[in-house]
């Protein structure tokens, strides 16, 4: 079973969000995502300062067999992205809610779309 | 087309198997992850179902001389117990598989085509057998082939079957036949023999500690070494010369292709090379190979060396060893260059 931790928000699309108290908007991907995926082995990070529209592909994730995109949740500019990932993409799987996010980004519009954790569970059940 | 399934499907999705479609058969790609897996093997001891690969049997009094006109290889040198890696050619010289041969006597032999091409190349034989005093089979839907791989697996052969087998030989007990081959680069063999035993190899040997392994892992073991992926590699349209497997070739005997490939050499031609990234970054085939900013190929294999934990590829290229290169992933250039064979 996939870990869906009840005080994050979620995407169709498989990603986390956790608001932080200054605005910003913390991004990673699921439990439930890192296993289909499985050993994520390359991740190629946004540039801090860029910024995205909701939907863009912001980051990508590759696995030794796919690359898969990972889409902005809402558009903003990248704040600040988790360099450890470039050394250790495996955080992505040992601890995808922790040590594994992405990137966090400052919103330019109100959050919407967003599954909480039990539309998440259902999504993914 | 409907896919098909080994009689070890259900053992493969209760060890929780990710399965993926290959040849028209539901295989499984891994069990728990692709670096674990490919570890197993490289350290220890994995299996491989791949009973999707076919058997071919070719017995007669001309067995000897049609399978030699048919391969690459002049099986007047194999003795009974050998096996042989060689390729199948057309007229043109070109690889329409890979394949080994074994000798199980004189006048019994053995084929093991890739999943793919098992059609293919058995209406390929026995279009050419027509001169020959020889009969085809294809058993390949009554037959399985486990493969068991890595350092280990020289003692999981003795434990379960109290039998050893040296490198490109085989042995025979019963219906099954045991060689010492495999697609990994490590010790080990493949066990071959009737549908109805699958099961019973394959509980014995995960039980005495034999980690099975998915497809996924097997594309980057054989990788690493150098293995050509049949379809992907080669596709019909190469030459065994650009392949660079010129080694497979016994000049000294006339097989199909032949004329061709020493019309062949006389020219200067691309050869499959191998290529190493530098830069961090994955390879996948089709990503476009450059040198000195022109583009000059495309990649037929391409995935991250587990053990290198560097991207790892193969081309078609007419440069020399050693050449720097860039590789073209989602519009970054990466840096690598041309290396020898095999990778680890």
Known sequence: ?125 | MTSRRTPLFSHHKELGAKIVDFAGWEMPIQYTSILSEHKAVRDGAGIFDVSHMGQIFVKGPETIDFLSYVTTWDMNRQKKGDCRYCHILDERGCIIDDTIVYTISEDSYMLIPNASKISKVFDWLSKNSEKFEVSLENLSDEYFCLALQGPDSSRLLGQHLNTSVGSFQLVKIGDTIISGTGYTGEKGCEIIGPLSEVVNHWESLVEMGAIPIGLGARDTLRLEKGYLLSGQDFDGNQTTLEADYSWVIDWNHDFIGKEALMDFQKKRYPKLRGILIEDRGIIRPGNLVFNNGSKISSLTSGSLSPSLRKGIGLAYLDLDIGTPITVEVRGNHLNGRVVRMPFL
């Open chain 1, 1 to 125: 079973m996939s870990e869906v931790p009840d005080n994050l928000s979620y995407t169709k699309e498989h990603e986390w969000l956790s608001l932080d108290d200054d605005g910003n908007v913390k991004v990673g991907i699921t439990d439930h995502a890192q296993d289909a995926l499985s050993d994520v082995v390359f991740v190629e990070l946004p540039e801090v300062g860029s910024s995205f529209s909701k939907g863009d592909s912001m980051a990508i994730a590759e696995s030794v067999k796919a690359a898969s995109d990972i889409y902005a949740p809402v558009s903003g500019k990248i704040i600040s992205v988790n360099t450890k990932l470039e050394e250790s993409p495996e955080l992505i799987n040992e601890s995808p809610y922790d040590f594994g996010w992405m990137a966090t980004i400052e919103p330019t519009e109100e959050l919407e779309d967003l599954l909480n954790s039990d539309s998440y569970r259902e999504l993914i059940a």
